[in-house]
């Protein structure tokens, strides 16, 4: 599968399958992006629970 | 001070999933084979990407393979060992599964010599239907999973033309009767028809001729439809045939050629 072949034939992936990659690749950064977001959340949890205990 | 913050950290633990900080690396062995699997997995991505050097998906391939890891590298920082293996079973084993069956019907539409399952793999990759997730303990070898779908199906020419299953719809023609030819023992062949209106001596003649022409046991018969078979060659492929109710499914019979082609009824 070296270049030159590449763009004589039709290429490996339908549109469909191309756009089917971008897809993935896009729900792969949702997806790391949500982790992100769920520690912070986890950070802001144990902050309140913190600020809660000190204040008593 | 030091008491202090002991203190705290006791009324922190009596709270729901809190985890003390710098705990032993796996905690039992179900962990540690879930980031084996990982890393087998992610092995697998960059496979799968170095197949794809050369095309204009090299990059993104590319850039799976490092957002995976990255996904990785993080949830296993954080001792998120459970979330790793249910992020694999969603997102990469479906990723994997899929590219590789493109990737491979790609190839078997090549004129390179691959023995490769070819219709079924296809016709998958094309109906971009995803194979249900594996339990993250079995990684199947790419090619030896294919094999199995495919079956015995033909190795074909270049062009492969993917055979397209349906269970074909059909009516029951009220009317129409059917002569076949049933072999009565010691006498002559004997000619009779079988139709929906048919008294019942004749259909169960007819039922007792194909248990012993076709083998089939317990059937009921449902009629006559007109259909079109192709490839029967000595009949034109446009006739009516009998159609049956056999083990809960419904055929019509291609007497001569002793076949069953599944079907469904239509009731309109």
Redesign the interface.
Known sequence: ???AQ?SQEP????A???A???L??Q???T??DK?KAS?EIQVEI?TR??KK?LSR | MMQFLRW?RD??SA?GNRTVAGRQETLDPREASYIRDSNARLDALFRLYRK??????EA??K??YE??K??HD??IA?KRIQELEL?HIQ?TQH?IS??TL??EA?QTRQPVPRAAPAAVAAAR??A?QELPAKPGKQLPPESKSLNGLAGSSPPEGTRTQIPRLAVAEIRLNPQARIAYQAETSGSRPAFREIGPHSPEADKQAFLAYLSESLGIGKASYLGNALVNIPDSQDLPPTGLVPVIRWQGNTYALHLDQRRLFPVCILLA
């Open positions: 599968m070296d270049p590449a290429q490996v992936l339908t469909e399958q191309v089917l990659l971008d993935y690749v729900s792969l950064d997806y790391y982790l520690e144990e629970h913190l205990i | 705290l009324w922190s709270g794809f050097r050369g095309t204009a998906q993104q391939m850039s799976v957002k995976t990255k996904i993080y949830l954080r992020f997102y990723f899929t590219f493109i990737l790609y990759a094309y971009g």
